[in-house]
């Protein structure tokens, strides 16, 4: 456990609004956050796309589990000349997301389909009611299989395509790495992490994590788990993030 807090790493994009839980921390606290991915998104070109020999016109429905999906996914329909059909049905994870294709289609002139709760397991519900389409599901290299697993649970038809790349966002050699707590979101940042700093050496720094997976990456790389979110009182990064902060001698947080 880090005794002094100083400086923050949260491996994410820097937030779009000031109005990030993340500020009032900081601004409460007295702690430098900084915002650095610890990892990238690259897009799978066409000549790489073919290689796998999926024909994206031979399917009836895209299921989309993320915005970065659905970008990679419009991104080589217009590579490879692809028109997707008006016809084409669209089932999302979550409301936000659904409402992201708008982006690339004129959304009330589409079949579009989500689960109230946002959560994995109840979009198999609107899958299953139109079990008779040819699915299409776009993935990273580097992915969850929790979705594919229900699919095959219930006899849905899909074929896996992956879209894009999720790969280490390396550091500069003059890129200071002072930091006394660093936030993780994924199992891919401990991997980049470990590719970035081989030697690194845990010591006094707190390593807080969101899900999991990632909570389960950093204890079989043999690094101790000291912020762990969600929980039923923590349901957040920031609201862990600050729980742990409180829980600090007094003379940490000057």
Do not use: W
Not at 61 to 74: E, L
Not at 93 to 104: D, P, R
Not at 147 to 170: F, H, Q
């Amino acid at each position: 456990m880090a005794s002094n807090v100083k400086k923050i790493l949260v491996s994410q994009p820097k937030p779009t609004t000031e109005k990030s839980p993340y500020y009032d921390i900081a601004d409460k606290y007295g702690v430098q956050i900084d915002f650095r991915p610890f990892i990238k998104i690259d897009p799978v070109n066409a000549k790489d796309f073919r290689t796998q020999k999926v024909n994206i016109l031979e399917h009836t429905a895209v299921i989309f589990t993320a915005k970065t999906a659905i970008d990679h996914f419009f991104f080589l329909c217009e590579e490879l000349r692809i028109q997707i059909p008006e016809t084409m049905k669209y089932f999302c994870v979550t409301e936000a997301i659904a409402v992201y294709l708008q982006k690339y289609i004129i959304y009330r002139k589409r079949k579009i389909f989500f689960p109230a709760s946002g959560k994995m397991e109840d979009l198999i519900i609107p899958v299953g009611k139109h079990s008779k389409e040819n699915f299409l599901v776009p993935v990273s290299d580097v992915h969850r299989e929790d979705l594919l697993l229900l699919l095959d649970e219930k006899k849905i038809n899909y074929t896996k395509a992956v879209m894009y790349r999720t790969v280490s966002n390396d550091f500069r050699e003059d890129e200071k790495f002072d930091y006394d707590v660093l936030l993780f979101f994924s199992p891919a940042g401990i991997s980049s992490l470990l590719k970035n700093f081989p030697n690194f050496e845990q010591k006094e720094i707190a390593i807080g994590t969101f899900g999991p997976t990632t909570a389960k990456a950093v204890k079989d790389a043999g690094l101790r788990l000291d912020i762990e979110a969600p929980t039923p009182e923590l349901p957040s990064m920031t609201a862990a993030l600050e729980n742990y902060l409180k829980s600090l001698p007094k003379s940490s947080k000057k």
